[in-house]
Each structure stands twice: as C-alpha cells, then as structure tokens.
C-alpha cells in the first residue's frame, strides 16, 4: 500500500474493528503493532459478551445494548470476508439466585429487560433444574436465564478480523509511519503513554488470570457465579475466568489465584470437575479512568484519534465502537456518548 487513509495503532479489538469498518467503508487502512495481531489482552480466552443488567439504564447500557444486538450481523459479515470464525454465538447465560432477596431483585429485573431490551432478548427467572447438569449450584432453587449474552474466541475473533482487513486491501504492519488520520487502539500500554504525555493518569492496567478447559458444551449458555465467567467455545473448550488484579509484577504469568478461580468454578458448577487443563492465561486489560471505553479526538493532535479502555466488556462494545469511530474519523460526524468521551477521564 502506497499510502493510508487511516493508519490504526493497535491490533487488539478496537483496533482491528475499526480498522474493519473503515476499510468496508471503502478506506486505505493500514494497522500497526509490533507486537502483533491480539498480543495483548485482546489474544485471551474468555469471550463473554455479558449485558449489563436491565435497571437504571444509561447511555453506557444503551450504547453496550444496541452493540450485543449489532454483533451477530458484524461478525457473520467478518467471518463472511475471512473464511475464518471468530466463534461468536449468542447462547445466552445462566446465573444463580443466592436467596429470597435476589429472587426479587432478579424478577424486578425480569420487567426492566422487558422493557429496555425492546423485545429483543429476554431475562428469564427459572427453576434450577431447566438446564440439567449444566445449571449451576443455586441455593435458593432459582436460575436467571438471559438471552442476550453472547460468547466467542477472543484469538478466533481477531484472527478472522486481522485477515478481513487484508483481504479488503488493507495491511497490518509491525512498523510504518503515521499517514492519513491516526487512530491509537494500543490498550494498556497506550493508557499509560498517554497518562505520561498528559501528566495525569488517565488510566491504567488491570491484570486478568484465565484457564482453558478440554470440555464440550459448545451449544450451551455461559455461566456466571461468584464474579466468574464460564465460557463454553464452539471448539469444544471452556473458558473460566478472570482474577482482576490492579497491582502485579509480571503481567503474563499466572500463580496460585488462578488457582483459586478454578476451585471457585467447580464449587459453582460441579460438571465441570476432571476436566482437563489446556492452558492457563494472564494479560493486562486497559481501563479507563471513567470505567468506559475511551473515544474521540487526541488531545492536542489534530487529526489523530484514541480508541482505548474496552476492559472486561471491549469485545462486546467493539462493533458499535467501530461505527462510531469510523462515522468520527472519515465522516466527522460524532456520536460519541458524553461517558465514553476521552475528557470523561481527564
């Protein structure tokens, strides 16, 4: 390629569905990452496209809600051009109810869902027993069951996404100069850089743990209890995750908390004891200061762009940030929401 349109810094989610987009649009794209494509933590294993919960909607809930509904379209139309899969699958996700005061709260939310989620996905209050073994252990006999969550390979997904690009006359390089409008996508190191330049910090890293398990479940829902997500891939592995560490020495490496997160997840869902260990995975998510994703112009340079602080719910949010800062950068139009704004964490 000659010259770009839109040189993208970061191959990790945001940036490679963004780079995806513009190139769609008809833009000379080109990605830069010396690490390469996913070495972030964009390359894990969990997947889980979660929701937030159905009450006290805001702009970050709507803007996640009209992105979970966006995402089987993007990623059919990803995979379309790749002849790759990215794993996406929207089977929903199970939750236990701990107690009478849950049940509550989960059948309040059963109203809002009702309500906010258009008819679209549902969240449904069940007897334990709906889903046989795989249910998870719920002491008061109840399940939440939501239709809206959806799961797919995090490797797979960028993979498909990296050869996408190409394939519509992009490139992804591991050096090149800036040319054209500048996008940095470059995930916790990039959260750091730009605390540095601007003197504040604006964000930082937060370490997640994570193990791959040889257990096929691929057409049934995720599981979510005790803060763990239990990922079942269409390849025929679960993924259970993540430790959230805000203090750590060696960002890829795993110890005995991971250890942890897996006793925790057979205590939670018995099936999977004896299951075989494939891998166990740590890397570093970036996080903004604001807790949302971080989108818009970079301060003080004109025609560059930041597209940072996915954290836990980056794969999830990508397609809706993809269009929205393809809108930005080749068409000037923004409809950034005010929380998602990069002043938001300055």
């Not at 379309?80 to 089977?91: E, F, K, P, T």
């Not at 992804?172 to 605390?195: C, F, H, K, N």
């Amino acid at each position: 390629m000659a010259t770009a349109d839109v040189t993208v810094r970061g191959a990790g989610i945001f940036g490679l569905s963004i780079a995806y987009v513009c190139a769609v649009r008809g833009a000379r794209v080109r990605v830069v990452d010396p690490y390469g494509v996913g070495a972030g933590s964009s390359g894990g294993i969990v997947g889980a496209l979660a929701p937030h919960t159905p009450e006290n909607w805001n702009e970050k809930k709507e803007f996640q809600f009209q992105s979970l509904m966006m995402a089987e379209e993007f990623w059919q139309g990803v995979d379309a051009v790749s002849g790759l899969s990215s794993g996406y699958g929207r089977l929903g996700r199970l939750q236990p109810v701990a107690d009478e005061r849950a049940l509550a709260l989960a059948q309040a939310r059963a109203l809002g869902a009702a309500a906010l989620w258009q008819g679209r996905a549902v969240w449904n209050v069940l007897p334990a027993d709906a889903f046989g073994a795989w249910a998870p252990a719920s002491p008061s006999g109840w399940i939440v069951h939501d239709t809206l969550s959806g799961r797919m390979h995090p490797r797979g997904a960028c993979a498909s996404l990296a050869v996408a690009v190409v394939a519509l006359g992009g490139e992804i390089v591991t050096q090149a100069p800036d040319e054209g409008a500048v996008v940095w996508a470059a995930g916790y190191r990039g959260m750091l850089d730009l605390s540095a330049e601007l003197g504040r910090i604006v964000g930082s890293g937060v370490k997640g743990q994570a193990v791959l398990l040889r257990h096929d479940a691929r057409d049934l829902p995720q599981l979510f209890a005790d803060g763990l997500h239990i990922i079942p891939h269409a390849d025929g592995t679960v993924a259970v995750g993540s430790t959230s560490e805000r203090e750590f020495d060696a960002p890829g490496t795993v110890d005995a908390q991971l250890d942890d997160v897996l006793a925790r997840a057979i205590a939670a869902f018995p099936v999977l004891a004896g299951a075989e260990v494939l891998e166990r995975w740590a890397g570093v998510r970036p996080r903004a200061k604001s807790r949302a994703p971080m989108l818009g112009a970079y301060p003080g340079r004109a025609g560059q762009f930041i597209a940072n602080g996915g954290f836990k719910i980056g794969f999830g949010m990508a397609p809706k940030v993809a269009h929205v800062m393809a809108d930005l950068v080749l068409e000037g139009r923004d409809t950034i929401p005010d929380d998602f704004r990069v002043e938001a964490s300055l």
